[in-house]
């Protein structure tokens, strides 16, 4: 019985320091957050890429008019059957594209990524912060 109480005890000891180590931990993950979308890059990822990333625009046709990443391509589901022939055109296999819409809480730039991916682009992402994180960290 002195076996299964030490071992014990040794249990007891290590899950409070396990539980410490948690709290305090400068590089413990946050159980709060939800887990990042693997199809999810930051612009910072984007600019460590060494070839030519093709940017897909999935705003509208007068949000893109107004302003947009240089060379993007104008993409969304009003002008998908289009403009999606044209985006063949520009895209090379292998290739990367981000795709990306108004901000965060956009959902197009998503669902335009997971629509080209299931069309046969592999290297489909979507910008984490869409043209808002775009324009406040290229801004002049």
């Known amino acids: 019985m002195t076996a299964l109480r030490q071992a014990g005890l040794i249990l007891l000891i290590a899950l409070g320091l396990a539980g410490v180590t948690a709290a305090v931990h400068p590089k413990r ?58 985006f063949l055109d520009l895209y090379t296999p292998g290739q990367r594209v981000v795709v990306y819409c108004s901000a965060t809480s956009c959902q197009l730039s998503r669902e335009i990524a997971a629509k080209l991916k299931a069309s046969g682009v592999d290297g489909a992402y979507f910008l984490e912060g869409g043209w808002e994180a775009w324009k406040q960290q290229n801004r002049q």
């Open 29 to 86: 993950p946050s159980f709060l957050a939800p887990p990042r979308d693997p199809n999810e890059v930051t612009l910072a990822e984007t600019k460590q890429w060494a070839e030519k990333v093709l940017w897909v625009d999935a705003r509208s046709a007068s949000e893109f008019a107004s302003g947009h990443v240089p060379d993007a391509v104008c993409l969304n589901f009003e002008n998908w059957s289009e403009e999606f022939p044209k």
